[in-house]
């Protein structure tokens, strides 16, 4: 089992940054591939970015270089910088893992989610 927990969302005004971060705690953390997926209201869930064990990258076309994933596997962590920030992007943030290989993009590929952290987006 592995645990999640994200933390750093908030209120900021549109073109705002925020830096969500994800602790995990269980097993091997390494060897987990991370992702962040957001569900806005009334929207299905949708894949944001995710970051392999070795720090290879990618993220979903709507990003388009506002956000960064990256990780620290001494602290158990992922991050997701923010930059940019649009209304659009107001939803539930959560952070998944998953042990499979290549590039998951979809929910049903993640294995463990933790609750969700809140960013709200401002105009």
């Known amino acids: 089992q592995v645990q999640l927990v994200e933390s750093g969302g908030g209120l900021v005004q549109a073109g705002g940054s925020l830096r969500l971060s994800c602790a995990a705690s269980g097993r091997t953390f390494s060897n987990y591939h991370m992702g962040w997926f957001r569900q806005a209201p009334g929207k299905e869930r949708e894949f944001v970015a995710a970051i392999a064990w070795n720090g290879g990258s990618y993220d979903a076309n709507f990003v388009k270089a506002r956000f960064t994933i990256s990780r620290d596997n001494a602290k158990n962590t992922v991050y997701l910088q923010m930059n940019s920030l649009k209304p659009e992007d107001t939803a539930v943030y959560y952070c998944?893992?998953?042990?499979?290989?290549?590039?998951?993009?979809?929910?049903?590929?993640?294995?463990?989610w933790g609750q969700g952290t809140q960013v709200t987006v401002s105009s």
């Open positions: 998944a893992a998953t042990v499979r290989l290549g590039y998951p993009r979809l929910e049903e590929e993640y294995d463990y």
